[in-house]
């Protein structure tokens, strides 16, 4: 069994900045592909960003050049960097852990809201 917790949400102002975290327990952290997904309200929960087990990331066109996914393994921790965050940014965002065998597990999610 894995547990996610994530934290570091807040209230931020446009242009702000924030950092997300994602704790791992309960597993081999380095066995796992990571990724943080966020969900607006009245909309489906989106990829945000994603990092491999070997460090690939990829990123949602929406944040790309802003926001910025990371893992430290020692630490059992992926973190997510925002920068220049926007209204639209404003979402609950969850962390996944995945492999290619069993089902994804997600944490309890941590909101964001950027607003003035």
């Known amino acids: 069994q894995v547990q996610l917790v994530e934290s570091g949400g807040g209230l931020v102002q446009p242009g702000g900045s924030l950092r997300l975290s994602c704790a791992a327990s309960?597993?081999?952290?380095?066995?796992?592909?990571m990724g943080w997904y966020r969900q607006a309200p009245g909309k489906q929960r989106e990829l945000v960003a994603e990092i491999s087990r070997g460090g690939m990331t990829n990123y949602a066109d929406s944040v790309k050049g802003r926001f910025t996914i990371s893992r430290d393994n020692a630490k059992r921790t992926v973190y997510l960097k925002m920068n220049t965050l926007k209204p639209e940014d404003t979402a609950v965002y969850y962390c996944k852990a995945a492999r290619l065998i069993g089902s994804p597990y997600w944490g309890q999610g941590t909101q964001v809201t950027v607003s003035s």
């Open positions: 309960g597993t081999i952290f380095t066995i796992y592909d």
